[in-house]
C-alpha cells in the first residue's frame, strides 16, 4: 500500500482530536485579538482606523463608512470594549468548546461585521490590490467549525459535552444535530 493511504487514515482515525485542537488553536488566536483592544490608547485610534477604512473606497460605498465612523465616534471607548469582550467570548468558547452552535454562529457575524466596517471590505479594490482581508476568512473558518461539528458529532473534548451529561437540554444550545 501507499504511503499516502496510511497518512489518510491517520488523519481520519484522529479527526475528532484534530477538530478539537484545531478549534482551539482558533481560540488562542481570538483570545490575542481580543486581549489588544485593551492596550491604552485604542479607542482613540479606532475612530481613524474606520475611516481609513473608508478612503478610497468607491463613493456609492462612502455612506456606509461615513455611517460607522459617525456613529462609533459618538463613543468610541464603549465600541472598543464591546468587541474585546465579543472577541474574548469567541475565544473562551473556542478553547473551552463551550455553547459552541452559538459561537460559531456569532463568529461568522462579528468576523463578517469586522470585514466590512474596520477591514473595508478587504481595502481598495484596484491595480495591485491583492488582499481582501482577513474577518471573511474567519467567517469562512466558523462556517466550516459548523459543517465539521455537524458532519462528526459531538465533541468529547469540550465543556459542552459535560454539560450535556448533567443537562439534556444543553444539546439544543451547542449541538447542531437539533
Not at 463578517?112 to 471573511?136: C, K, M, N, R
Amino acid at each position: 500500500m501507499s504511503e499516502g493511504f496510511y497518512t489518510d487514515r491517520w488523519f481520519v482515525r484522529h479527526t475528532p482530536a484534530l477538530k478539537s485542537v484545531m478549534r482551539i488553536i482558533f481560540g488562542v488566536v481570538w483570545g490575542i485579538d481580543g486581549a489588544l483592544k485593551f492596550q491604552p490608547g485604542m479607542s482613540g485610534t479606532f475612530v481613524q482606523l474606520l475611516q481609513s477604512a473608508g478612503q478610497n473606497q468607491p463613493s456609492w460605498m462612502m455612506p456606509w463608512f461615513n455611517f460607522w465612523a459617525g456613529y462609533v465616534a459618538q463613543d468610541p471607548n464603549f465600541f472598543v470594549l464591546l468587541i474585546g469582550c465579543l472577541e474574548l467570548a469567541l475565544a473562551f468558547s473556542l478553547i473551552f468548546g463551550f455553547m459552541r452552535k452559538i459561537a460559531y454562529t456569532g463568529g461568522i457575524l462579528l468576523s463578517l461585521v469586522i470585514w466590512s466596517v474596520p477591514e473595508g471590505f478587504g481595502g481598495v479594490y484596484g491595480p495591485g490590490a491583492t488582499d481582501i482581508g482577513t474577518g471573511i476568512i474567519y467567517a469562512f473558518v466558523f462556517l466550516f467549525l459548523l459543517i465539521i461539528e455537524a458532519t462528526y458529532g459531538t465533541s468529547k473534548w469540550s465543556l459542552d459535552s459535560i454539560i450535556e451529561k448533567r443537562f439534556g437540554w444543553w444539546k439544543k444550545l451547542s449541538e447542531l444535530k437539533y
